[in-house]
């Protein structure tokens, strides 16, 4: 029996009801990409959906590449489709291409024709859309509609053997040009495209439409429940009639609300056009909202999955804040990430009363809220320490706990520290700060019976590694670049990426790997980049900052 803790969304409600019904003994569901780029954070919604709802229903879900248009697939993006699924952790029950379909697709072109239902049109692209009318006025039939079956069977067998130019002809459904639906005014199934097939090579050169592939497909399949997104809502009533038509498994197409999102750009077509004109570093740039642009900047699968589930599936287009999946990214990496000290914009500390030459070792707890993850981590103190530049203020203002003349804050896990002043360059720029320890303060043996407001984070100069910390922003500078007025390129905010190339990190972090999550204190969620530097220093990305700054960003331009 399955407990509900949640109400149903809609198309559980669907599969529910079928499976009740017998309408179907099992469910089959499939993720059809088309092999034309990056998964990214779109795709993982329907993902989720499609593999969560046949897990849920105890049933299976295909990989299908959808790869009807041999012009943009490249096998590339098939690889990188495959990689990104696994590490969402899906696993397919069958790897199928539209393309192994080929044969089959042309047998139920030539049944079609055979009934009558399809006919070869000389008409070339213009005189068609010209000829389609439009909603409120019907269409005007081709000439070519009423060829006899031998006359349209020996010329689909031309083109298909390569006697025509690309645009010369076309086979289309015959069905009815004063349709109120657009769709059904004589769809196009096939046309000619002398081109190079990433798996089928030069074996075709007419290729079938995607209406006329992918229900046939989810047919072949013996797909019960066809879950694609609400644009397609129009092309239902064309992926029945092929079914009805064919007379083959009667596979059924729902549609849902695809995902957008703040602040982001999701069709494939503008993100290729980001990677192409060097907006970004790749498509797995880490500000992309491809998967492999989230893996790299730290994002885990389980946060994604989260995210999905947490915004469920609507019927209406919506858009959802971005700070949604940052805040299930934070709530992840909270539970998990090891803590460590980071200085990202150093000014050095001496502690004039701590012996030089002399070092210890402090203890630093690896993760507060997973005290089983592995306790503690060693932390080298020594007498100059990096700190962050911004942690000094030369005149105290009010209600500053960090470092001033006369101040006093704990240096996190050690000890706590009286600040005594600073050394200025001729320029007035602070070079060096200084302070006195106070003994018998060290962190987990302190008796002294101080307390202070203020705990600031430090490396050992001695013992700190170099590193480049890049620090990342919305790629766009508006809530919705997608349907602003213009190029969306226009909206690109220039200052998305800050790159620190002066850092210092603690010395456990050079055996860091890119699968690592760490929490820098006080500085946010970091994770190690696949590559160093130019200088070889070790990289590492914010995931995601401790809070939601924008939102206070924006409160504060709201005032
Ligand atoms: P894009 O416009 O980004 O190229 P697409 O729909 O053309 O997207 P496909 O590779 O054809 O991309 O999509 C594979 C599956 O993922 C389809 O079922 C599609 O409906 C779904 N999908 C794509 N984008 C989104 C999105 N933003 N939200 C939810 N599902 C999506
Ligand atoms: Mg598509």
Partial sequence: MMIEEKSLNFLEEIIEEDLKAGKHVSIHTRFPPEPNGYLHIGHAKSICLNFGLADKYGGKTNLRFDDTNPITEEA??????????????????????????????????????????AYVDDSSSDEIAATKGSPTVPGIESPFRNRSVEENLSLFAEMKNGKYQDGEKVLRAKIDMSSPNMHMRDPIMYRIRHAHHHRTGDKWCIYPMYDFAHGQSDSIEKISHSICTLEFEVHRPLYNWYIEKLEIFPSHQYEFARLNMTYTVMSKRKLLQLVNENYVDGWDDPRM??????????????????????????????????????FCVREDLNQIALRRMAVLDPIKLIITNYPEGRSEIVMGENNPEAPDQGGFREIPFSRELWIEAEDYMEVAA?????????????????????????????????????????????????????????????????????????????????????????????????????????????????????????????KGYFSLDSNKNADGKLVFNRTVTLKDAWAKEVTKTKK
């Fill in 289 to 326: 909202p491809t998967l492999s642009g989230m893996r790299r900047r730290g994002y885990r699968p389980v946060a994604i999955r989260n995210f999905c589930d947490r915004i469920g599936v609507q019927r209406r287009e919506n858009i959802i804040d971005v700070g949604l999946l940052e």
């Fill in 76 to 117: 590339e993006y098939v690889e990188s489709i495959k990689a990104d699924l696994h590490w969402l952790g899906f696993d397919w029950e069958e790897e199928r291409f539209a393309s192994d379909y080929f044969d089959t697709l042309y047998d139920f072109a030539i049944e079609l024709i055979r009934k009558g239902l």
């Fill in 398 to 522: 009010k209600k500053w706990f960090r470092l001033a003349p006369g101040n006093k804050v704990r240096l996190k896990n050690a000890y706590i520290v009286e600040c005594t002043g600073s050394k200025k360059d001729e320029n007035g720029k602070v070079t060096e700060v200084y302070c006195t320890y106070i003994e018998g303060t060290r962190s987990g043996q302190d008796n002294s019976g101080l307390s202070v407001k203020g705990t600031i984070h430090w490396i050992s100069v001695d013992h700190a590694v170099p590193a480049e910390i890049r620090l990342y922003d919305r790629l766009f500078k508006v809530e919705n670049p997608g349907v602003e007025e213009g190029d969306f390129k226009d909206y690109i905010n220039p200052d998305s990426l800050q790159i620190l190339t002066n850092a210092w990190v603690e010395p456990s972090l050079t055996a860091a790997n890119p699968d690592d999550h760490y929490q820098f204190i006080r």
